[in-house]
């Protein structure tokens, strides 16, 4: 069973939702990122998601852009990120995912990459760009490894995408619970509920939510639907404010709260 797997069977089993928190890998450099993770572990996240910067993020909006645009020009490379997680799992055990495009893993090479991650401590992959009509060959290469391949679900997925997902995909399926880019949103929208039930219903995996998820209230709402939330550009925002013992500080209140909406919202 892999560390993602195990992870949600020791929440399932305490009736409990996950919650996953995401930041850029280097923002402001590898050395904070590697402090950071005791830090949300300790704080309440159950898996850590670290951002491979790009330098073409499509799929991200402003504040995850200027993180990986940080990230990048602090020297942070696909190779460094594998040392710092190997380096953090002298102190952590977190589940960890690598979440980024898939050039800067064609450039290093899908095996050689998926090897590397695997003796990093690197539990999971989730390619943004990287649809399951394509993932066969890649999908193959990280299992021999033993690495989860997770892929996203949208407002706008078809059945022909579900049913993709449900035989490709590891680990959790993402729920992407609006359509457009990254970025902290007002509300959560009321299809969500519906959607989420849905994909239960056809998918042998753990639904999460993300994508637009900034409160301790919205992380309630989703977690009394999903089995997990994904917390991102609220966190990131952060990075953009605070910096030192002062960001480690803002973050870890940050996700404690979040976490606390999620056991009061999860029934």
Known sequence: MSRIAAKFEEIRKKQ?????????AGDPELAVTEKLVPVLEKAGADILELGVPFSDPMADGPTIQKASERALSSGTTLPKILAMVKSARKVSQIPIILMGYYNPIFLYG???FAADAAVAGVDGVLVVDFPPEEA?????VAARQGLDVIFLLAPTSDDARVAKIAEYGGGFVYYVSVTGVTGARKSVAVSVFDQVKKIKERVNLPVV????????VQAGQVAAAADGVVVGSALVKLF????????????????????????????
């Open 240 to 267: 953009e404010e605070s910096s030192g013992e002062e960001l480690q500080g803002r973050l870890a209140t940050f996700v404690a709260a979040i976490r606390d909406g999620i056991d009061k919202g999860k029934q």
């Open 110 to 112: 899908p095996e050689r």
């Open 209 to 216: 939510v993300g994508f637009g998820i900034s409160d301790p």
């Open 136 to 140: 066969g060959t890649f999908k193959k």
């Open 16 to 24: 409990g939702k996950a919650l996953i928190t995401f930041i850029t």
